[in-house]
């Protein structure tokens, strides 16, 4: 939801803040509102930067999105008013931003953040008044101890603060009389008065020299006592966010993990402000020594080392508060980060977590890919093609905090042009593609009252592919990294990579369905899974190597390229299914016969199959067997080839098992347990309505084969033609059967009944249906799949379908004399 929307949706209270936020004549509400989505979209800030030519770009813009907005309304008299407040908008901007355009961007940027900053607080409004206290996340240990320490040594910094201050008036004081006493005294002669006043300056002298000698003392023994405090701060901090890193790590591999940073920016930030106020103080006190000093003064001896052990401190603090927040992704598919495909546009961020900048210095990010390559024979070279500069821009209206945006990064492997479009490095002896681990580095220049650092902070390992059926193979290289390295920059994993605990990949299975369905796998699924792995004997503590979770051996696929060709299928065509439970997904055939011969005639369950490569789905039910056994029967996979055409509910609604007397029936009755088949699918049926007579006419051309039989004494086929037997053509006499085609057996091209002429002989006609009949698809159980959702078909319950004219189907207007067809001609 774009930002102005939120905000018209806070409560009253903010949203008078947002009136009088936009009172002034700066920027017109109504602009505002035409032009919400794409004001947020523009990076202001940096068109207010003087004589931006981007400023004069989008000022052109900017009036040219409201002309269009003017010519949109109409002649309506509501729209006149509209059209005259919009004119005048336009009129007013122009004439006071013409000539500075960069003003405009200023107070858009202004105005924006202003706004954000409102919703923000509407927002936490609103969900402290909606979660009770008892909800709230209760803090840790450590996060109670950050909280505390910050609050103290603020307190004893800023206490040491003053107390300093106070001795530099002192000294102040004593020059500024000294100097004065000299100026006076300088060709003056000797008098009581001026003898009076330098025992007093002598005086004053003695007191500062003793309260100096007792003050510096005291002053380094509280110093050096806030470094240890700020020390164990600042481990606590790496505690804090070496667990963020990790969230982030476990988030990428899709489980639910919370990856703010907003707490973590104001510990690093408090932390920090507190280290530069103690900087301040150790160079006051050096000022103060090179004023005035005496022999083995503290000053020159522990000064210089506690700065050093503070600068240390700082360098730590600020080396570790620059991360990536937004791992590098690309646009589609959203959900899978860390893989990246050559030509293609992928964003990554990175921010400072410390939010202290030196305005007269523009802090700049590059971003490097290998910066230190593994020695590795046939390791690729990619150059990025897009700037590899950014400036961090800090509370952008987008982004919160102190951020460096790079979006709409592409690759280009470096051999293209060498080895020829297409080469993959995948030659004897050279490193899979897709083991093969890059690392995306962030340099920054930071400084700050005269602290100068260079910050470095990388990303993840990347998988760079350069085709889309790469992409699978990719993933599993960076659940599999993920899951087992300690070392987040370790290149070289892939050469030997370790084996996964069944307890560790259960976990990061059960994401994958989490994130890409919105439902994760429950114990009797990953049971299931760790059977077909592991055989009867299973255990958390059974292991599996990479090679065998995810290196295809044609004609055996992977465990992985299995179960990601279900997570496509279920993504594509069974996510609503597989939310709402009705989809038992993962269970063996024995486990299957087990569930339905306990259960009364008609039960079914949906469960994937174990021989597809690419995703399949069957359905299998209990049905009377030889004496009266129950018997398990099942159809082959359906795959998304089918899925494609017709959906599963309505599969599983039309599905017809011809039985005795040739009398189609559905077996699907219940789901299970025992949930009536239409009480479970009957929401996703595909709707069926009325339709008008001629749009019935057009149906049946389309979609239905007509086969019927007549008494021989009727007048049925053109003098000379043959009679064909009762049971060659049809059923039995006044009977009508219906067969319905799929979407695929209609497209038949220059074979099919579609393509005939107007006119076409009977001969011409019976060809292309015996063709047609050749078509259809029956599975070994015996069963016919009509496939369709059709309203003209008969209901399971054998409902008779609504009485319709008598036509010629498919047969020439020429080849048989009249005909009355009756509503008896249709079953």
Not at 7 to 14: G, R, S
Not at 100 to 108: D, F, S, W
Not at 675 to 703: C, H, I, M, S, W
Not at 763 to 788: C, K, P, T
Request: contains cysteine; aromatic residues 8%.
């Amino acid at each position: 939801m774009a930002q102005w929307q939120e905000v018209q949706l806070l409560e009253k209270a903010y949203l008078e803040k947002v009136h009088e936020l936009y009172s002034e004549d700066h920027l017109p509400m109504e602009v505002r509102q035409y032009l919400a989505p794409w004001l947020e979209d523009q990076n202001w800030s940096r068109a207010a930067e003087p004589h931006s030519a981007e400023a004069h770009m989008l000022f052109h813009t900017l009036l040219a999105l409201l002309d269009d907005q003017y010519s949109r309304f109409g002649t309506r008299t509501e729209d006149f008013v509209l059209k005259h407040n919009l004119r005048k908008s336009k009129l007013n901007l122009q004439a006071k931003y013409q000539e500075c355009p960069e003003q405009l961007a200023n107070v858009i940027a202004n105005l924006l953040r202003e706004e954000k900053a409102i919703l923000n607080r509407g927002l936490a409004a609103q969900q402290a008044a909606a979660q009770p206290t008892s909800g709230a996340p209760m803090e840790t240990d450590r996060q109670q101890k950050i909280e505390r320490r910050l609050v103290e040594t603020r307190a004893a910094v800023q206490e040491l603060d003053r107390e300093v201050r106070h001795l530099e008036e002192l000294q102040d004081t004593f020059d500024f009389r000294y100097k004065m006493h000299r100026m006076v005294a300088n060709g003056a002669p000797a008098s009581p008065e001026l003898a009076r006043q330098t025992e007093q300056l002598q005086a004053m002298l003695n007191n500062l020299d003793r309260s100096r000698k007792s003050f510096w003392q005291d002053v380094l023994a509280r110093a050096q006592e806030l470094l240890g405090r700020c020390e164990t701060l600042r481990d606590f901090l790496l505690e804090e966010l070496a667990e963020w890193k990790e969230r982030q790590r476990r988030a990428c591999l899709g489980a639910a993990c919370d990856t703010s940073l907003s707490r973590l920016q104001t510990w690093f930030t408090a932390a920090a402000e507190v280290l530069f106020q103690l900087w301040r103080l150790l160079r006051a006190l050096g000022d103060q020594h090179a004023k005035l000093t005496y022999l083995h003064d503290p000053l020159e001896t522990q000064r210089p080392l506690l700065e050093s052990r503070l600068q240390e401190l700082l360098s730590c603090l600020l080396r570790s508060a620059f991360v990536v927040e937004i791992q590098p992704i690309m646009p589609f598919p959203n959900q899978r980060p860390l893989v990246l495909k050559t030509g293609s546009k992928f964003s990554v961020r990175a921010r400072l977590l410390v939010k202290l900048q030196d305005r007269s210095h523009r802090l700049e990010a590059k971003i490097i890919l290998d910066q230190h390559p593994p020695d590795v024979k046939g390791f690729r070279k990619f150059n990025i093609l897009t700037s590899t500069s950014k400036t961090l821009v800090q509370d952008d209206p987008q982004m919160e905090g102190l951020v460096c945006d790079f979006r709409y990064i592409s690759l280009k492997d470096q051999r293209a042009g060498a080895l020829g479009k297409g080469s993959k490095g995948a030659s004897e002896g050279l490193p899979a593609v897709t083991e093969e681990l890059h690392l995306i580095t962030f340099t920054l220049d930071y400084k700050y009252q005269d602290l100068v650092l260079e910050l470095q902070t990388s990303t993840l390992p990347v998988v760079i592919i350069s085709s889309n059926n790469q992409f699978s193979s990719a993933w599993a290289s960076v659940l599999w990294f993920n899951m087992l390295s300690p070392d987040p920059k370790n290149q070289l994993f892939f050469s030997a990579p370790p084996a996964a605990s069944w307890a560790q990949l259960a976990q990061v299975l059960s994401w994958q369905f989490s994130v890409a369905t919105k439902r994760g796998l429950d114990e009797d699924q990953l049971h299931m899974l760790a059977e077909k792995l592991f055989g009867l004997e299973a255990t958390p503590a059974s292991t599996l190597t990479w090679a065998r979770f995810a290196k295809d051996n044609p004609p055996v696929f992977s465990f992985w390229t299995w179960l990601d060709g279900i997570l496509s299928l279920i993504q594509e065509h069974l996510a609503q299914l597989w939310k709402d439970g009705h989809i038992m997904g993962f269970v063996s055939r024995k486990r299957e016969r087990q569930l339905l011969k306990r259960k009364q005639m008609g039960t079914f369950l949906l469960r994937f199959s174990e021989s597809s490569r690419d995703g399949g789905i069957t359905c299998s039910w209990v049905e009377p067997g030889e004496k009266g056994q129950p018997k398990v029967r099942s159809v082959e996979p359906y795959t998304k080839v089918e899925l494609k055409s017709l959906e599963l509910p309505d599969i599983i609604h039309d599905y017809q098992l011809v039985a005795a007397e040739n009398i189609p029936e559905n077996p699907l009755k219940f789901l299970y347990p025992s949930t009536p088949r239409d009480e479970a699918f009957g929401k996703y049926y595909t709707e069926r309505r009325e339709v008008d007579l001629l749009e019935q006419k057009k149906y049946l051309n389309q979609r239905l084969i007509r086969v019927s039989s007549r008494q021989p004494s009727e007048p049925w086929l053109p003098e000379g033609m043959v009679e064909a037997s009762p049971a060659a053509v049809g059923p039995g006499p006044d009977q009508l059967e219906v067969l319905e085609l799929g979407t695929d057996q209609l497209e038949l091209g220059a074979s099919g009944l579609e393509v005939l002429e107007p006119g076409a002989s009977t001969q011409e006609v019976l060809e292309a249906l015996e063709q047609e009949l050749d078509l259809m698809r029956f599975d070994s159980a015996g069963s016919n799949m009509l496939r369709g959702g059709d309203p003209y078909l008969p209901l399971p319950d054998d409902v008779p379908p609504p009485v319709l004219p008598g036509n010629t189907l498919f047969l020439g207007a020429n080849d048989f004399p009249l005909l009355q067809v009756d509503s008896k001609d249709f079953q």
